[in-house]
């Protein structure tokens, strides 16, 4: 019976006890598209910039959403989660700037907007 070259290069964590064939698993991309966006508090003008991976609208408001259980559940003393709390959900509007392939080059383009706009609400 012929196992398909399944079994090559087949190794058993002992740690987890899980088998890992390494030549069926997909590396991971460096690649993947993320969404540099802006969240803005519509009363005060204040506004956080960031990234996420991805590049629907869906990806955006996940990441959205996460902020929101973060500032509302975590306690976080960050700006954003302390402007969240007081001005509530609806005080704030997401933005897409940019949607940039590679992890390395959003980070780059958001820590220039973070440089040159100086967002009031990026604390940490």
């Known amino acids: 019976m012929s196992n398909h070259g399944?079994?090559?290069n087949l190794t058993v964590d002992t740690d987890t006890?899980?088998?890992y064939n390494w030549d069926m698993i997909r590396k991971k991309r460096i690649d993947?598209?993320?969404i540099v966006y802006c969240l803005?508090?519509?009363e005060?003008?204040?506004f956080?910039?960031?990234i996420t991976q991805g590049f629907r609208k869906r990806d955006l408001k996940i990441r959205v959403q996460k902020h929101i259980r973060r500032a509302l559940t975590e306690g976080k003393s960050w700006a954003l989660c302390d402007a969240?709390?007081?001005y509530g959900v609806s005080a704030f509007v997401a933005q897409e700037l940019a949607v940039i392939r590679g992890k390395r080059e959003a980070h780059a383009l958001e820590r220039s907007l973070i440089g040159e706009l100086a967002p009031t609400l990026n604390s940490h």
Do not use: P, Q
Request: with cysteine; charged share 30%; aromatic share 4%.
């Open 6 to 8: 399944l079994l090559n």
């Open 17 to 19: 006890k899980r088998c």
């Open 32 to 34: 993947r598209k993320h």
């Open 40 to 42: 803005t508090n519509v």
């Open 44 to 46: 005060t003008g204040d």
């Open 48 to 50: 956080y910039i960031g």
């Open 84 to 86: 969240i709390r007081s």
